[in-house]
């Protein structure tokens, strides 16, 4: 049920509730004093009603109103005066609802009606329901305020971590721009070189090939500047400036095994195939992905043995990081962001991505990522 049915169903209890104990009324002023305050009461009791169901007419009139008709009229209006008190303290008027039973049991106490609160039972039955009607409302307004500001919390930390989510895929998309940026400068500076090494011999070339050379190198010229444009501002302030033939950022996975092991991490490393047969965002993506399987480990596994399985050969790039039940370290302290971004990194290349328990305490990070066809359709191993 939404939140909207719910609040209607409760106006309709309400609604019903109130012309319940309208038509209590009626019936005990009928039954008092040979029914001579039928009518008077009935009409008292409906204004009282129609009170309560007015919003507007709740704060202040609906209390006053039914406060005065109860020292008055005495026992056929008790109900309503309960539902009256119960919705003070309900919305946090303790006093108000205090106020409005002593004044209305106070004043009924000096009358001398047939229909007064004080005629024919106890002074403690007279006072039971007011107090309840109190007692109760204080306490489900406080627990219904306690659930509003835990809803409200909730809400606040799902939005938060949504938000937190989506700054670790932009920021692991800047990431992979910024790597892109490095690569295909790397290669066009190449392209560039090679044809301007080209051009300097074209008096030795037929026009026609020395013409393409030139508009090579001015179109690798031009991509190369337009690529800078683009996509430089990715790189950050600590990049620095790298000249007009950049190196890729390209790093062996091996290199990352070999830092970790000097650090004191236990590894084992199985690579299949050469990267070279992987194309450039699965290496790319495969460092990442042992990076961060690695730095968990440190965090969660602090002297763990780390499992890392990699096979580069068509038709897809498979890596598989596994490590043993190991002592959490308290020294650090993570996003835990980092898989979100891998995960969005693996999506983009049209893999999957999965990170769990692999029994025994254990923990396992594997991806699988498809190589490219010729007719652009991602392959599947069999």
């Not at 008027?93 to 106490?109: F, H, P, S, Y």
């Not at 990699?310 to 790039?317: K, V």
Request: charge should be positive; charged fraction near 20%; glycine fraction near 8%.
């Amino acid at each position: 049920m939404s939140k909207s049915e719910g609040r209607r169903w409760a106006a309709y209890g309400r609604v019903g509730l109130v012309a319940l104990c309208v038509l209590a009324a009626a019936l005990n002023a009928a039954s008092l004093s040979d029914g001579r305050y039928l009518i008077p009461v009935t009409v008292v009791a409906l204004l009282c009603g129609a009170a309560l169901l007015v919003p507007r007419l709740r704060w202040p009139v609906a209390p006053l109103l039914i406060t005065a008709a109860t020292a008055w009229w005495g026992s056929p209006l008790l109900p309503l005066l309960v539902i009256t008190l119960f919705d003070l303290a309900v919305n946090r008027r303790a006093r108000a609802a205090v106020g409005c039973a002593v004044a209305a049991l106070g004043a009924n106490l000096l009358s001398y009606r047939a229909t007064s609160l004080w005629t024919g039972q106890s002074y403690a039955s007279t006072l039971l329901l007011p107090l309840l009607a109190v007692v109760v409302g204080l306490w489900l307004g406080s627990r219904r305020r306690l659930l509003e500001v835990l809803a409200a919390d909730v809400e606040h930390l799902r939005i938060e971590s949504t938000l937190r989510e989506e700054a670790a895929r932009a920021a692991e998309r800047s990431r992979i721009s910024a790597e892109m940026h490095d690569v295909l400068a790397h290669r066009l500076s190449l392209i560039a070189l090679h044809t301007g090494v080209l051009a300097t011999r074209s008096d030795t070339l037929p026009a026609p090939v020395a013409e393409r050379l030139r508009l090579l190198r001015t179109t690798s010229v031009e991509a190369l500047a337009d690529l800078r444009d683009v996509l430089g501002a990715l790189r950050g302030p600590d990049a620095g400036e790298r000249g007009s033939a950049l190196t890729p950022v390209m790093r062996d996975v091996q290199e990352l095994v070999d830092e970790a092991r000097s650090a004191g991490q236990r590894i084992e490393l199985t690579a299949e195939g050469p990267a070279e047969q992987a194309p450039t965002t699965h290496r790319l993506a495969v460092y990442r992905i042992v990076q961060e399987a690695l730095t968990n480990a440190r965090k969660h596994a602090d002297g763990a043995e780390v499992t890392v399985r990699i096979d580069y050969r068509p038709p897809a790039t498979l890596v598989e990081v596994t490590n043993s039940p190991g002592a959490p370290r308290t020294d650090t302290v993570g996003s835990g962001y980092g898989l979100v971004g891998l995960r969005e990194r693996v999506t983009a290349l049209g893999g999957h991505l999965t990170a769990g328990p692999a029994g025994a305490g254990a923990w396992r990070l594997a991806a699988r990522i498809p190589h490219p066809t010729g007719d652009g359709k991602n392959g599947t191993r069999t």
